[in-house]
């Protein structure tokens, strides 16, 4: 009789819980269709409110058509020399690699803070209220910001790139270590084992893979954003190369030449990553 009562209890709390699943998808569904149409709705009415003064389309659209054959058909370097590029793609290159391996290892121990399985709940609370706050802001006024108080430069650039990464791996990183099943820290700390010993043989080996894709993925974010800083906050590179030869020289075949560059350090670096993903994560499925 008891049996029979306990299994009605549990089909009961399962059939509540689905109701209550299937009322959030719903809420959740409803707010993502809204906003689409508000946003499709704004998108139209913003083509009404243009100023179309001035907009001749018999002129507009050959001119276009011509400076994108020129940019991209005859791509060509006139101002700095091939060994010039190389080294201005270097810095671009330099510039996200210091962001990103500073960032990795300060957002490591921010990180383990954050993880509600390890440390305190204040604390973690903290250290996410802090880092959702530096993501929130985009990572350029970042750099403008550190380029008012440092100067225009390298450091602002890498100062920048570096507070939003840490904030970004933060997030990735202590998403991680809250996935490390809970069995293993239990077994951990029921051996003596102290909080460090906890990391070191627990956490750290159950998601190495996981920390190592996210910073590749992280270093590529910051290379594109180390373009934009080079003009931004003149920290030079190929992105400020870009700048020059788009806004100062007005050479489109150079400004073709550098984009085809950046697009192939891209290409490369997602080969990297493909790779890095078949090689730690053979069952997942790459994009």
């Known amino acids: 009789m008891e049996v ?44 009404f409110f243009f100023n179309y003064s001035g907009l001749q389309l018999e002129r507009a659209i050959p001119e276009t058509w011509h400076n994108l054959r020129v940019m991209f058909l005859e791509p060509a370097l006139n101002h700095f020399s091939w060994q010039e590029a ?33 440390s305190k709940p204040w604390i ?3 250290v996410r209220i802090f880092v959702a706050f530096v993501r929130a802001v985009p990572t350029v006024l970042w750099v403008l910001i550190f380029a008012i108080a440092a100067g225009l430069g390298s450091e602002a650039a890498v100062l920048g790139m570096l507070f939003h990464s840490v904030a970004y791996l933060v997030k990735a990183f202590s998403e991680a270590f809250e996935e490390v099943d809970a069995g293993i820290l239990e077994a ?3 051996s003596g084992s102290k909080w460090w010993h906890v990391i070191v043989h627990g956490i750290l080996p ?80 790459t994009s």
């Open 188 to 190: 951990l700390r029921a």
């Open 206 to 285: 159950s998601t190495f893979t996981y920390l190592l894709s996210w910073t590749f993925l992280r270093f590529e974010i910051n290379f594109s954003v180390a373009v934009a800083m080079g003009a931004a906050a003149g920290a030079g590179g190929i992105g400020f190369e870009l700048f020059m030869a788009s806004g100062f020289y007005f050479d489109l075949r150079e400004v073709g030449f550098i984009t085809y560059a950046i697009l192939l350090i891209a290409i490369i670096l997602e080969i990297m990553s493909t790779r890095l993903k078949n090689r730690y994560f053979p069952g997942q499925v």
């Open 86 to 118: 190389a080294y201005q793609i270097g810095v671009t290159l330099g510039l996200g690699i210091l962001a990103t391996v500073f960032g990795a290892i300060i957002a490591l121990f921010l990180a383990l803070m954050a993880a509600e399985n390890l």
């Open 124 to 126: 973690s609370k903290t």
């Open 4 to 47: 029979n009562q306990v299994t009605t209890s549990i089909k009961m709390r399962r059939k509540r819980n689905g109701q209550i699943n299937i009322k959030s998808g719903n809420k959740i569904d409803l707010v993502v269709k809204s906003t689409i149409w508000i946003l499709s709705l704004l998108t139209i009415l913003a083509f």
